[in-house]
């Protein structure tokens, strides 16, 4: 990595522009990213570092979110010599590795597990959807992890929010045309009960202004257009000409809140909000990139007509347009995962079918487009299900371990990485934190995961404390 020389110029964080930037890889781009506080305020050039095995081998992420936690025993960790009351109802079949066998109810993704890297090893100690989602989707444990809290401004920021912080930091003319982050369908965290806004799918600590944008409608149903047109562009930027002359002409700046300074973050935010509004308005790429109906009937047939499904098929045309992270969430309307009862009806009837069939298409269309081996697409929940039944025939809660599935991305397919024990309670070998899992994403990323975030309020953070797995590099 190479230190940018040039002119200095202090951010509204402290940090120069200088000490921002890298030359790091993302997209097949250089990418700014922060000088280390070993050599902060250095003006040499800085000898290239060796980051291993698949740094920068990702131009993009596309994160399925499966919100309640699958039961990994029942999907990918069959235990068939287990007892009647821990291995279930389900049988493992044969894939087209020879020695990975899956549930019988993936059918699909049997014959695609060559294209698959499983981590069996999963752990962490949060039993709490709420603070579990923040654990899995930042690679960073809740402040509170006691408590079942709300979204709040001292969160981790979740992986999309940190991309849209790195596309902050490349010059503009290399900057994304839509968000770096985007987050498909309305997870439990938007429409829960008595408005419970989860954590773990915003930026928190790094302020509003770098939550991904959040597209809520579902993408399989008719006349799906989540970014309204305006009526003409001349007209869209007279208003946008007209703010900014308001602006410069009033002292008291009506589009922020009275008495906030224009270097207070809410006023940050307001102005970024705009920003962002009017460029995915003005953008010719916006409206093409969601048109999810330029789809043949039948590639969206393949993916199954379904939030999650069409969600797949969303993530890739987003991806195709430049966005580096989507996140698609399993919408709570698909039946989610928080199977405490019915355990195998859910997972046998609706949940696997679902699942099998948008994440095999998925696969294929990134193989017959050739960008699966750029596109690393992460598999997760917020933790795995009890190894033993429960009396409503279901499985509870149960962070010991779980299972992680990766594909594309530079990671090889066809390995199971990690085990658990024999009735997947608790790994065996190789177990994986989750800040592990985040580090190894950045890392394909090309995003060094020592990168230090500056928050809102002045501190500084490592973006992961995490070890890259190398061993399934």
Not at 179 to 191: E, T
Not at 413 to 440: C, F, H, K, M
Request: proline letters at 7%.
């Amino acid at each position: 990595m190479l230190l940018i020389p040039g002119q200095s110029s202090r951010t509204c964080e402290g940090w120069s522009r200088r000490e921002w930037l890298r030359v790091g890889s993302l997209g097949g781009l250089s990418l700014g990213l922060p000088q280390l506080l070993s050599t902060r305020g250095s003006a040499e050039t800085a000898l290239p570092v060796d980051r291993g095995a698949g740094f920068g081998r990702a131009k993009a992420c596309i994160v399925l979110f499966l919100f309640g936690a699958p039961a990994h025993q029942d999907t990918w960790d069959l235990k068939p010599t287990a007892p009647a009351e821990v291995r279930g109802e389900f049988a493992p079949i044969a894939t087209n590795v020879s020695d990975i066998t899956i549930s019988e109810h993936l059918p699909l993704l049997s014959s695609r597990v060559d294209k698959l890297a499983q981590i069996r090893s999963v752990t962490h100690p949060d039993n709490t959807h709420t603070v579990a989602m923040h654990y899995m989707l930042t690679g960073v444990r809740h402040a509170r992890p006691a408590t079942n809290p709300r979204n709040a401004e001292d969160d981790f920021p979740c992986f999309g929010a940190v991309m849209n912080l790195v596309d902050s930091l490349r010059e503009p003319a290399a900057r994304c045309a839509l968000p770096a982050g985007i987050s498909l369908n309305a997870p439990a965290n938007q429409v829960s009960a008595n408005n419970h806004i989860f954590p773990g799918f915003f930026s928190g600590l790094l302020g509003g202004r770098f939550d991904p944008l959040f597209i809520a409608g579902q993408p399989d149903k008719p006349g799906f257009a989540p970014i309204v047109a305006t009526d003409t562009a001349g007209r869209l930027h007279g208003r946008q000409q007209l703010r900014v002359a308001l602006e410069a002409g009033s002292r008291s700046e009506p589009s922020r809140p009275a008495g906030i300074p224009t270097s207070h973050p809410l006023a940050i935010n307001v102005e970024s909000s705009y920003d962002r509004a009017f460029q995915l308005l003005s953008s010719s790429a916006t409206g093409s990139a969601f048109d999810i109906s330029r789809e043949p009937e039948a590639l969206r047939q393949k993916y199954g007509m379904t939030p999650f499904g069409q969600g797949c098929l969303l993530s890739r045309r987003l991806v195709d347009a430049g966005v580096p992270l989507v996140t698609v969430n399993w919408q709570r309307d698909d039946a989610y995962w928080d199977t405490h009862a019915d355990n195998f009806k859910l997972h046998k009837n609706t949940l696997l079918p679902n699942f099998d069939r948008g994440f095999s298409a998925l696969l294929d269309d990134l193989s017959d487009r050739g960008m699966l081996d750029d596109t690393l697409v992460v598999v997760l929940g917020e933790f795995g299900r009890t190894p033993k039944i429960n009396k409503n025939a279901g499985r509870d809660h149960w962070a010991a371990c779980n299972t992680v599935v990766l594909a594309g991305g530079g990671v090889p397919g066809g390995q199971v990485y990690g085990a658990s024990d024999q009735i997947a309670a608790y790994p065996a070998r190789n177990a994986v934190l989750p800040e592990d899992l985040a580090s190894t994403i950045y890392h394909l990323l090309g995003v060094d995961p020592e990168l230090p975030l500056s928050t809102v309020d002045g501190r500084r953070l490592q973006l992961s404390h995490g070890s890259v797995l190398h061993g399934i590099l």
